[in-house]
């Protein structure tokens, strides 16, 4: 089982970055797929998520309406749009994914994710 993030990197406060997450070594179709990231010094957090059909998105507070999560089953990927960035975006950013299922579609809970991706860096700095 692989998942890879890429697309990190450093933009100025405002500025957009799409992250990638490939998966592999497992059926992508089968499980929902979060993103999250974790700044120095703090915990890691929940940003956003996708269910297993894309039907479904729930995003944390601070991101909603500027960040936007999807899916490409045929690529096995997923991505997060990420817009109108701040300093206080400045993490790095996990892909992980969920078999579980919920009444709800998905979950945000992050010990509730199976798979892990190594991070990539978003720095927002001017």
């Known amino acids: 089982v692989q998942l890879v993030e890429s697309g990190g990197g450093l933009v100025q406060p405002g500025g957009s970055l799409r992250l990638s997450c490939a998966a592999s070594?497992?059926?992508?179709?089968?499980?929902?797929m979060g993103w999250f990231r974790q700044a120095p010094g703090k915990e890691r957090e929940f940003v956003a998520v996708?269910?297993?059909?894309?039907?479904?998105?729930y995003y944390a507070d601070s991101v909603k309406g500027r960040f936007t999560i999807s899916r490409d089953t045929a690529k096995n990927t997923v991505y997060l749009q990420m817009n109108s960035l701040k300093p206080e975006d400045t993490a790095v950013y996990y892909c992980?994914?969920?078999?579980?299922?919920?009444?709800?579609?998905?979950?945000?809970?992050?010990?509730?994710?199976?798979?892990w991706g190594q991070g990539t860096q978003v720095t927002v700095s001017s």
């Open positions: 992980a994914a969920d078999q579980r299922y919920y009444s709800g579609g998905y979950s945000s809970v992050l010990d509730d994710y199976d798979y």
């Open positions: 070594g497992f059926t992508f179709s089968n499980y929902a």
């Open positions: 996708i269910s297993r059909r894309g039907g479904l998105t």
